[in-house]
């Protein structure tokens, strides 16, 4: 049960700015910040920047030939680093659209190879002309790197994106050096399974990035239903796809109390050296919650907080806000809380809807320790390094012990 304090709201940063300080923001954070100046118009069903009321945003208008030379001059200001890859796309401060239904995209994703000496990195649903975008992966080898979301050729197709280019033209992007990484989700029996067999045919060399769509909130209940069918159907799509063998390098997005599972060792390893004492209270969501209960119970309280601002069936620690846990103190006076909550996009120790752990503790009057090695960093790098369809395969789904772990309730 919750106690009685003020809600948390973010301060709003952007309140009076002009559109050029959100580009900068989001150039800061190493964006490349096109607008549609409209919200995308494709409409997904299963889109999660459905309701994103959780932060603040404000869209710019439309880009025009003179915004992108500021942009274009902005980032060239910037020095380079061979590993980075600009984005063009998933903004923080703008609303996320298909930035490839900006008319003058390509070109200006020309110029950004001919004009800078960045790298690039761009996800659309299939929205590029397919000769000019094969022309440049191959005119400047190792610089693009170009996730296309394919979500699903088979009949959800229509129902989920009925704005989105055709199967036809998803088949001809496939077809050459262009796409890095092509992502698609199980919904069903033979979806999943199916979309790896008739891409793997086509392009061999793409990353096959698999796995099941998270209900936020905002998103449709029928979507989530199917979004949830989706799941229960992954480990047989994951094995009929392994058990094929397709040349192409693979990788699994699943639940993320799976990833947790798939990562237990170095998560209890980590726990371990954080030498917390029993009555210590270690917030934490689900996903880390199912797997501590499991493999430390009772080595420390763990305080299993549900990421309620993103809603749905998220139960990520590392996206969790501190509205959230406001949301579930009690008389706690001093709380553990991973650093991973606060290292959004929105800056240092601020969380993903921007409040900032300094206004936590002054409005809840609360103590908190950060506990430093829980980063963002150390989620990244332990979800590539186990979340490849072998190891989903081998180590959990075929593994006896998932069962046990599966029947662990989630709630404290
Ligand atoms: S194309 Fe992308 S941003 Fe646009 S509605 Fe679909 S998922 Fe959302």
Not at 126 to 131: D, T
Not at 301 to 312: E, I, K, Q, S, Y
Not at 345 to 370: C, H, N, Q, S
Not at 387 to 397: C, I, P, T
């Amino acid at each position: 049960m919750g106690r009685a304090l003020p809600v948390l709201e973010p301060t709003l940063v952007l309140k009076g700015k002009g559109h050029r300080e959100v580009l900068k923001r989001e150039m800061d954070a190493g964006k490349i910040p096109l607008s549609l100046g409209k919200n995308c118009p494709v409409k997904c069903e299963f889109c999660y920047e459905l309701d994103h009321s959780y932060r603040e945003t404000l869209d710019p208008p439309k880009t025009t030939q003179d915004d992108w030379e500021f942009i274009l001059s902005y980032i060239n200001s910037k020095p380079t680093d061979p590993m980075q890859f600009w984005c063009l796309g998933g903004n923080e401060y703008m609303e996320w659209t298909d930035l490839f239904l900006h008319p003058k995209a390509m070109e200006w994703v020309e110029d950004f190879l001919q004009h800078t000496d960045k790298n690039i990195t761009f996800f659309t649903v299939g929205f590029v002309h397919v000769p000019k975008l094969h022309q440049l992966v191959e005119q400047y080898p190792g610089r693009i790197n170009f996730e296309l979301s394919v979500i699903t050729l088979g009949s959800y197709r229509e129902r989920l994106m009925p704005h989105a280019p055709s199967i036809t033209h998803l088949m001809k992007v496939l077809d050459g050096p262009a796409v890095s990484a092509a992502n698609f989700y199980s919904f069903d029996h033979h979806t999943m399974s199916k979309d790896a067999e008739v891409i793997s045919q086509i392009n061999q060399k793409c990353v096959l990035w698999m796995g099941c769509l998270t209900p936020v909130r905002g998103i449709k209940e029928e979507t989530a239903a199917l979004m949830r069918q989706g799941r229960q159907y992954l480990p047989a799509e994951a094995m009929r796809i392994y058990d094929a063998g397709y040349p192409n390098l693979t990788s699994i997005h699943t639940e993320s109390y799976v990833t947790a599972f798939l990562n237990r060792k170095r998560i209890m390893s980590l726990f371990d050296s954080l030498e917390l004492e029993k009555q210590d209270t270690v917030v934490m969501a689900g996903n880390v919650y199912k797997i501590l209960n499991m493999y430390r119970k009772n080595r420390a309280r763990f305080w299993h907080v549900p990421n309620a601002t993103l809603g749905g069936d998220t139960d990520c620690t590392g996206l969790l806000t501190f509205e959230d846990i406001r949301k579930r103190l009690g008389n706690e006076k001093r709380i553990h809380i991973p650093k991973c909550v606060m290292e959004s996009g929105r800056g240092p120790y601020t969380d993903i809807a921007g409040v900032t752990l300094e206004e936590f503790m002054k409005k809840t009057g609360v103590k908190v320790r950060i506990l430093h090695k829980i980063d963002t960093k150390f989620a990244n790098t332990r979800l590539y390094r186990n979340g490849s369809l072998k190891n989903f395969v081998e180590d959990y789904v075929r593994n006896p012990l998932s069962a046990d772990y599966e029947r662990l309730p989630l709630s404290a």
